[in-house]
């Protein structure tokens, strides 16, 4: 992995972080009934997921620690 570079990098933790969200979002829609408002809800959430790029990531872990430390 060292040989590829940062970019190899952000790849894996890119793609880790999308593993990890399709599950949650998985297992919030499998615990009850599945109405067609919910399966429309979780098909565009899973869209955005796979549309999610690495900058993405990136800011979406800024603002996380932003509201943090504002509610510290």
């Known amino acids: 992995m060292l040989a590829g570079g940062p970019e190899l990098v952000n790849e894996a933790e890119l793609r880790h972080w999308k593993s990890h969200m399709m599950v949650e979002l998985l297992l919030e829609f499998a615990g009850s009934a599945t109405t067609p408002d ?3 809800k979780a098909y565009s959430r899973m869209e955005t997921l796979q549309a999610a790029t690495y900058e993405d990531l990136q800011q979406a ?3 996380l620690a932003a509201r943090r430390a504002a509610a510290d």
């Open 38 to 40: 919910d399966t429309a």
């Open 61 to 63: 872990k800024k603002a």
